[in-house]
């Protein structure tokens, strides 16, 4: 089974204003000390915004190469360099749901997981459900083959032996937290 590499938007939400925060702009700022140069401050600059936005959008680009006094285009190629990195049109719900597709895991079913996930989200691999909750993503490899197959919460919280009625229940769980953020 072939999938996207490149996110897909499942939804019309309307845009973000800008400018960035007052407190975005001071977390960039306080990276140039811990960085040989304000290039390099690139990197962590768009997670930030993107931890903040769920997404970077045009307008966030510029203003982060205005903060670092570099190009638009410089932070541009920094990240289109970067697959995890969303525009404004693809911008990520409110919890990522990350399913590897490692050999280990591919060997254990993640290729049908996958699939019927997307299935009971009603979005492709890369989209973002309607309602804003849950963006499905595919991992390369998400280091836990020994509990293949393996899904992830965001970028941090593992679960291995991933089958259907897990994922079943952590789908639940997500749209139950997402609901209470809105």
């Not at 749901?97 to 009603?122: F, N, P, Q």
């Not at 197959?149 to 965001?154: G, N, V």
Request: charged share 20%.
């Amino acid at each position: 089974m072939s999938h996207p590499h490149t996110p897909v938007s499942s939804r019309n939400l309307p845009p973000i204003p800008g400018p960035l925060s007052a407190e975005i702009r001071g977390q960039i700022l306080a990276l140039w000390p811990r960085y040989p140069s304000k290039q390099a401050v690139t990197l962590p600059a768009l997670h930030l915004v993107q931890d903040s936005l769920r997404c970077v959008p045009n307008w966030a680009v510029e203003e982060i190469a205005d903060i670092l006094d570099l190009s638009p285009a410089e932070v541009h190629d920094t990240m289109s360099f970067y697959g995890f990195f969303r525009t404004e049109a693809d911008r990520l719900g409110v919890k990522r749901l990350w399913v590897c597709r490692s050999l280990a895991c591919s060997l254990r079913g993640a290729d049908e997981l996958l699939e019927k996930t997307a299935a009971l989200l009603g979005v492709p691999v890369g989209g973002t459900t309607a309602d804003g909750a849950i963006t499905l993503e595919l991992a390369e490899c998400l280091g836990a083959c020994e509990g293949a197959p393996a899904c992830m919460i965001d970028d941090e919280h593992v679960h291995d032996i991933c089958d259907m009625t897990k994922m079943t229940e952590l789908v639940t769980r997500l749209k139950q937290s997402s609901a209470n953020k809105h």
